[in-house]
């Protein structure tokens, strides 16, 4: 999921907001572009969308309190222990001047209520847990660091249960959007057409457009970036949870994964945490089935209960 991801942000970043003829001529899928503008953003590099998302994915693997400090502090070490290019100018401000969490929230104390795509970007990785209204809830608190508006917070719950829908297997990817718009109030299940804006529901409906029309992960690649505009946080979305579907073919080229980063933080450390994630996910799937088993033996063992004092009754 994360690798996937990270090769969706990689990718896209090379076109972000670049002009619609750039786009038309080298969106093939096939190799990491250099941004005609940000020359310091090296073909292959991941952006902020990625690493936020790790971030969120380490705190969930550590089991760390979810809280608007403890993300807070996530975020913050992340970002310090390897700062990148990619993130907002004023964002990345703050985060410079960022020693712990804390201090995030503080700097951000009366600003943090965008309606742009941050919260978004990164809330994939909350669709991972089982119970549906704890998605919604953890999705909301990390979007509210940052995105504390209706429609920033609405954007990430539906981006985290994008992944949520997929990995569980909870319907027909046609059927992603309609999900969606059961339990977040918004257009999900309307084809987006256009460029994609900074807004967060831009970015996610651009994301299940390409995931819901398109079969193959190439496919959804190249079609997230075809929107144009924000394309890294589009592909970074939508692979993340299109990495989870049983209907999507899982054809990304050899030329994407191998150029994908690979430093300290790169391939070789996302695709560990992706077998984390895994096995978290697995783990707590267990212990719901347990749980289910376990009532379901209650309640037997209780209609037995129930069956014997009434023969004992009527005899």
């Not at 939508?238 to 391939?267: Q, R």
């Not at 996302?270 to 379901?296: M, V």
């Amino acid at each position: 999921m994360l690798l996937e991801l990270a090769v969706g942000d990689a990718y896209g970043a090379g076109f972000e907001y670049a002009a619609p003829e750039f786009v038309k001529q080298f969106n093939v899928g096939v190799r990491y572009q250099q941004h005609p503008k940000w020359i310091n953003l090296r073909p292959g590099s991941y952006t902020d969308d990625t690493q936020m998302s790790l971030a969120l994915a380490e705190h969930l693997i550590n089991g760390r309190k979810w809280d608007e400090l403890s993300l807070a502090n996530s975020f913050v070490e992340a970002f310090s222990r390897d700062p990148r290019e990619g993130y907002a100018q004023g964002f990345y401000s703050v985060l410079t001047q960022c020693q712990k969490g804390s201090d995030l929230l503080r700097l951000l104390a009366g600003h943090g209520d965008s309606d742009k795509s941050g919260g978004a970007m990164r809330a994939g990785v909350v669709g991972l847990y089982h119970n549906v209204d704890e998605v919604l809830e953890k999705s909301r608190i990390q979007a509210s660091i940052t995105h504390h508006s209706v429609d920033g917070i609405a954007a990430a719950q539906a981006s985290s249960l994008m992944v949520h829908y997929l990995v569980h297997s909870l319907g027909a990817k046609e059927d992603l959007g309609e999900y969606i718009c059961s339990y977040v109030p918004g257009n999900w299940n309307l084809p987006f057409e256009g460029k994609v804006g900074s807004n967060g529901w831009m970015s996610v409906r651009a994301a299940i457009t390409a995931v819901v029309q398109e079969n193959t992960l190439l496919d959804i690649l190249k079609r997230s970036v075809a929107f144009t505009g924000d394309t890294d946080t589009v592909a970074a979305i939508a692979l993340g949870a299109a990495s989870c579907s049983n209907e999507v073919e899982k054809n990304i080229p050899l030329t994407l994964l191998d150029g994908l980063e690979n430093g300290t933080y790169g391939k070789d450390f996302l695709t560990k945490l992706d077998k984390q994630l895994l096995s978290y996910s697995t783990i707590q799937k267990e212990n719901i089935s347990i749980e289910a088993g376990e009532d379901r033996s209650a309640q037997q063992t209780l209609s037995l209960s129930m069956n014997t004092r009434k023969n004992q009754a009527s005899s």
